[in-house]
DNA sequence: ATGATACTTGTACTATAGTGCAATAATGCA
DNA sequence: TGCATTATTGCACTATAGTACAAGTATCAT
């Protein structure tokens, strides 16, 4: 599921969205893996739209998906200088809107509903569970 | 004609592009500013086209253009501690296809037909010059 | 087995981006 | 002034990306 080498284009392309920017810059700054549930407290986003969003960074081979039972863990992949090169960017991005600092609070505070070190729980947004009825 | 801010999304969306990348490269390898022209011969795209995406370079804050009688010289913007960590992240990009490479050997070989530093002729590979009939 | 949960994807729709041709500036030279 | 040269842009066309809804898959608990 890894690429042999990475496609610049491709790359770029897939920075250059709003949403998927904040999932870049959020696991840059974090540092930490993450299910989607846990994104789309942390975005506000629909789960829909950011499991669409995080196939194209996978698939831009930024990310890397894991699944683990129910969940699936997702993290930034860490064996390219260039990818390095672009996080340490990504990091030194300016937050003028303070969306950024705003994803990484919400995301700070569902960590704590983890329990050894693993999500436990769906999505807590009440607006943004699915609402199978 | 500055941007205040830099808009990470544009910027990013700026580099997405086969023939932007291929600029930007360029620029970032050969440090040097460059008119039009050259830029068509070194990538043997057609002007009106290589306009366009100069043009979108310039509107994310990329790169700056400053008119001389009748050529246009583009550099790229070096002061902004984020686009310095881009740059640096686009000279560490694999050439897998050579494409850079050849692009950079061709701008090289066309600086030599400046005079005083400045570009003196136009398009010089006869299939891109605007047949003008 | 049944149902709940975590996530993904088929489909349809809309907006935007990239391209090529042709026309249009804008500048300098004879 | 007239014309060649350098560069930009209006227009039409096509392809692709992003979104939303709804349906689907995979896993776990009871």
Aim: hydrophobic letters at 40%; glycine letters at 6%.
């Amino acid at each position: 599921m890894q690429m042999k080498t990475i496609q610049p284009v491709t790359v770029f392309q897939a920075l250059g969205d709003e949403t998927r920017l904040r999932v870049v810059r959020l696991m840059v700054v974090a540092g930490d893996e993450s299910c989607l549930c846990e994104l789309v407290d942390s975005l506000m986003e629909p789960s829909y739209k950011l499991s669409r969003h995080l196939k194209v960074l996978r698939q831009a081979g930024v990310l890397v998906s894991r699944k683990e039972g129910r969940w699936v863990y997702h993290r930034l992949v860490s064996e390219s200088p260039c990818l390095e090169l672009l996080y340490k960017m990504v990091r030194a991005l300016p937050d003028s809107q303070g969306v950024y600092g705003t994803d990484l609070k919400r995301f700070r505070e569902r960590l704590r509903l983890r329990e050894g070190g693993r999500c436990q729980v769906g999505v807590q947004s009440e607006a943004l569970k699915d609402e199978v009825v």
